[in-house]
């Protein structure tokens, strides 16, 4: 869900057991079914074929002054997202006349509580003009969580944390980051230089017992903990988790060791590290991304078809690693095989890249803007 702190969740409640019914109905079938097929990362929504030649119109647009008219306004909702620095940016514009870009963000409650059948019909919007020019922002974990059916957004372009590269149009589309949530790590921790930290790479989040994540709670992932360098600290404890677990308590394995596990390791502490893993969630895209950059730790990430954010604007192998959620037998040796130099070249690269596009909500808003320029070059 986009939102796990929304006090609006008792609209959802009737929907959301008629959706556990059949989610655990379905469970039921895919158990004889062997782990790993059922990866809901892979069947993301496709988008119409598009390009910057073919879906938009230049000739509304001053690349040096983007004029922007928005529908709504970003949702006032929990986590905060970066685009509330806009409404008093000099970009803004009330005149659609006058736009180069039309904003629509997709994460008002209303849609996320409306069943697929309704939900927003973009033509109805009345500059839509079949997309031509239109941005569609969503920061929510699934696209059908708060979108329409992805074949009916015309020539718009998506601005979301949730961009495949099966569905992902380069050029055109735009990946941005999740925000931090977490509490803020000390500022000093981001100077300490790799191998000069307290643990050489750590995890501590929820695991899932179920579908997308679900690679979290294979012997592969907890199994890299050591208990002295590594650092793997889950958690079972999660919503859906433990509605699963009512069910088919069997699939609780583990869990109970590895809360004491957890409970023995401080979040910010497992940040002085000089790795920190960044598995795939629900869906590829983690808080947990900005939060170990800011830390000056340097990103493991471990996810499929995760197109990265900005990917315009910053050079991601430069900074981090990155491996498949079948490859996780891998990481611990080519962690290990990386030339110090090499690792101290990524820390300074990543914390270049943090201060430069990442690190608060005006350099994150600044970083949209510029990659909606770069679009257009
Ligand atoms: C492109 O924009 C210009 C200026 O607003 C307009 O005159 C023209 O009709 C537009 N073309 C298309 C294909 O929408
Ligand atoms: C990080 O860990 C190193 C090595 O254990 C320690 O010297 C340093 O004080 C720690 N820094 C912070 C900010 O926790």
Redesign the pocket.
């Known amino acids: 869900m986009f939102n796990p702190m929304s006090s609006s969740r008792a609209a959802c409640d009737r929907k959301f057991i008629i959706v556990l019914v059949l989610v655990i109905v379905i469970e039921s079938f895919v158990m004889v079914v062997p782990t790993g097929f059922f990866v809901l990362h892979h069947r993301s929504a496709k988008f119409p074929l598009c390009s910057m030649g073919t879906c938009f119109?230049f000739?509304?647009c001053n690349k040096d002054q983007l004029l922007v008219y928005s529908y709504n306004d970003p949702a006032p909702l929990n986590p905060p997202t970066y685009f509330r620095e806009f409404p008093d940016s000099q970009l803004q514009t009330s005149d659609p006349e006058k736009a180069c870009l039309f904003f629509v963000y997709s994460d008002t409650e209303t849609n996320e509580n409306a069943w697929w059948w309704q939900k927003p019909h973009l033509q109805t919007l009345p500059f839509w003009?079949n997309g031509?020019n239109h941005v569609i922002i969503t920061f929510a974990d699934r696209w059908s969580e708060t979108n329409p059916p992805a074949a009916s957004i015309g020539m718009a372009s998506i601005m979301s944390t949730e961009l495949h590269h099966t569905a992902y149009r380069g050029g055109f589309d735009i990946s941005i980051p999740l925000p931090r949530l977490q509490q803020q790590s000390p500022p000093e921790l981001a100077s300490v230089k790799p191998f000069q930290r307290k643990y050489f790479a750590t995890f501590k989040g929820t695991r899932y017992l179920s579908r997308e994540g679900a690679f979290r709670s294979s012997e592969a992932f907890r199994g890299m903990h050591s208990g002295k360098d590594v650092i793997v600290a889950t958690t079972c404890r999660q919503e859906t988790n433990d509605k699963l677990v009512r069910w088919q308590p069997w699939k609780a394995t583990g869990c109970e060791e590895d809360q004491r596990v957890y409970d023995s390791y401080d979040f910010v502490d497992l940040l002085n590290s000089t790795f920190a893993f960044v598995p795939a969630g629900r869906s590829p895209a983690s808080y947990r991304f900005l939060e170990v950059l800011s830390a000056g730790a340097i990103p493991v990430l471990i996810a499929d078809d995760y197109v990265r954010p900005f990917e315009s604007l910053i050079q991601w192998e430069r900074c981090l690693l990155q491996f498949s959620t079948h490859d996780l037998h891998r990481i611990l040796p080519t962690l290990r095989s990386l030339p110090k130099e090499d690792v101290v070249d990524r820390q300074c690269y990543c914390q270049q890249v943090f201060a430069n596009f990442l690190q608060d909500d005006s350099t994150l808003f600044r970083s949209v803007i510029l990659s909606l320029q770069q679009r257009m070059t």
């Open positions: 119109n000739s509304r003009n031509m």
